[in-house]
């Protein structure tokens, strides 16, 4: 059955498969002064302590906050907006496929085919197909939103990356978030090949809450579990009027496996060419193309395991002020201070990773 077109310049409908009901994931990351979700911050750190064999140290955000906004808040804040808004419709129902014909966007459903001027797709239907010199690492992680009796947390300071636990799968950290005294989201964190037994992951949690924090008792309130692919496979952005949005159009940052606020800034970016008639988005540009040069360097490192994460992370924490870091994993360094950072990580390494990369 094909429809009537769906999308004219003002209607917009949401297709999912099922409805956002769950907190199925927490969302961190940072930003300096308040964002466009400031509303829906659950909590946000201006310190974060860093652990590594090689290095450790608390170190200062500022002017970058590191902020958590919990998947089920953002959620409803989104349907709450769109209620406002009479154009906007959310249909559930799988979709089968997108495409163009005759200039023409579609989406393909079980109960018929929806047409319009612009598909915005942020689903994966497949697991990219890898070619020579590509690589993928997943960045999975299992998470806990704890309670514990006594009071063990510093509700004032996060833990970004504490790399003191085994490195034997390869890039193993763990975050502790506190949320108060008695509280925190508690996340066992790799960038390795393959995943781990659920068993491991609880294993690990278990033991790093009793050997660094001294916490045996305690009781799970939240469970999440996630994987990221971290990769230098280049996903499409555009297909005909079909835009890829999120992990689908590669907005995830190779390298760290980051997301959110690359998502917002591509959307963003996305409405204001809408808001002047134009296409709404563009092929990568060379900025984007030089980070994504950095991060095809490292998953190289990573991938071949030359250096383990740990020792990356840690060389360029305890040479670096934090916020220079945070604007680099941000792809919003230029070239100088790309420069600091590349010469803060052994050198030999990188430069024979960079040339493999550059003539690949
Ligand atoms: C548990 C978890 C925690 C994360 N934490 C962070 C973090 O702290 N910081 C950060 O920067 N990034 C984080 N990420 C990575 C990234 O920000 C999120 O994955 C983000 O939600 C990606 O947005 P997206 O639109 O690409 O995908 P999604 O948010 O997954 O949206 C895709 C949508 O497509 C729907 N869908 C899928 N297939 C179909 C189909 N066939 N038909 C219809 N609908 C379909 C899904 O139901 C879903 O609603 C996290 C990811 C996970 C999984």
């Known amino acids: 059955m094909m429809r009537e077109p769906f999308f004219d310049d003002k209607k917009i409908l949401v297709v999912d498969k099922a409805p956002k009901i769950t907190n199925d994931r927490t969302w961190c990351f940072w930003e300096q002064g308040d964002g466009l979700f400031e509303s829906l911050v659950y909590r946000q750190w201006t310190e974060v302590d860093f652990y590594s064999t090689h290095f450790s140290a608390g170190?200062?955000?500022?002017p970058y906050r590191y902020k958590m906004i919990r998947g089920i808040d953002f959620y409803r804040h989104i349907q709450e907006l769109a209620k406002e808004k009479t154009n906007i419709h959310f249909l559930y129902e799988p979709v089968?496929?997108?495409g163009t014909k005759d200039d023409i966007a579609f989406v393909e459903l079980a109960s018929g085919t929806y047409t319009a001027k612009y598909v915005f797709n942020s689903i994966l239907f497949q697991q990219p197909k890898l070619h020579t010199g590509e690589y993928m690492l997943l960045q999975h992680f299992k998470g806990w939103v704890i309670e514990t009796e006594m009071p063990v947390f510093n509700p004032g300071k996060a833990t970004f990356m504490d790399f003191r636990v085994s490195q034997e799968e390869g890039t193993t950290f763990m975050y502790v978030l506190p949320l108060s005294a008695t509280s925190a989201l508690v996340e066992y964190t790799l960038f390795t090949a393959k995943l781990l037994s659920q068993e491991k992951y609880t294993t690990a949690l278990k033991s790093y809450l009793e050997k660094y924090l001294g916490i045996a008792k305690f009781k799970i309130e939240h469970e999440e579990f996630g994987i990221i692919p971290m990769t230098n496979h280049v996903f499409p952005s555009i297909e005909g009027r079909v835009i890829y949005m999120g992990i689908a159009g590669g907005q995830a940052k190779g390298s760290s496996g980051y997301a959110f606020q690359f998502i917002q800034k591509k959307?963003?970016?996305i409405v204001a060419n809408l808001i002047k008639s134009r296409f709404p988005a563009q092929q990568i540009n060379?900025?984007?193309r030089k980070f994504r040069f950095y991060d095809s360097v490292l998953l190289?490192?990573?991938h071949y395991r030359k250096l383990n994460g740990d020792q990356v992370f840690a060389s360029i924490f305890k040479k670096n002020?934090?916020?220079r870091v945070l604007r680099f994993l941000d792809n919003e360094t230029g070239l100088w201070e790309d420069l600091q950072i590349m010469n803060s990580v052994p050198t030999g390494?990188?430069?024979?990773?960079a040339m493999q990369e550059l003539f690949r």
């Open 59 to 62: 170190l200062p955000l500022l």
């Open 96 to 98: 089968m496929t997108t």
């Open 267 to 269: 959307t963003a970016a």
């Open 286 to 288: 060379l900025k984007e």
């Open 300 to 302: 190289n490192v990573l």
């Open 321 to 323: 002020p934090p916020a």
């Open 349 to 353: 390494v990188f430069l024979k990773a």
